[in-house]
């Protein structure tokens, strides 16, 4: 009894094994490109997704609105600009894609 339920158990731990890989890599959209350092993103009403870029450098900090981001060509548009920026490079950014 006790090895069926051992074999059970590693069948069982094999299949979530082989199945999160496969969810992990799931399919990706990119939303808005060209973000400069961005640092962090919010929902807000009537889905709206907003994100904080650090900028890259002296006053190019700012807040970018997303109007209804799962469409095609999203509305933008920034609602806070000339921000304090502490972010690097845009140029030695490693990627300024925002996926969802």
Same mark, same amino acid.
């Given at each position: 009894m006790k090895k069926i339920i051992a074999l059970l158990g590693v069948c069982l731990l094999l299949s979530v094994l082989s199945v999160?890989?496969?969810f992990a890599a799931g399919p990706y959209t990119v939303v808005l490109d060209g973000l400069q350092s961005p640092? +962090?993103?919010a929902f807000g009403p009537g889905g709206r997704l907003y994100v904080a870029q650090a900028g890259s450098g002296?006053?190019? +900090?700012?807040v970018t609105e997303i109007r209804n981001p799962w469409a $095609?060509?999203? $509305?933008?548009?920034d609602v806070a600009s000339g921000l304090l920026s502490f +972010? $690097?490079?845009v140029n030695s950014s490693p990627s300024t894609?925002?996926?969802s």
């Open positions: 999160t890989p496969a640092r +962090g993103l002296d006053n190019t +900090g700012k $095609a060509n999203p $509305a933008v548009q +972010g $690097a490079d894609e925002f996926r």
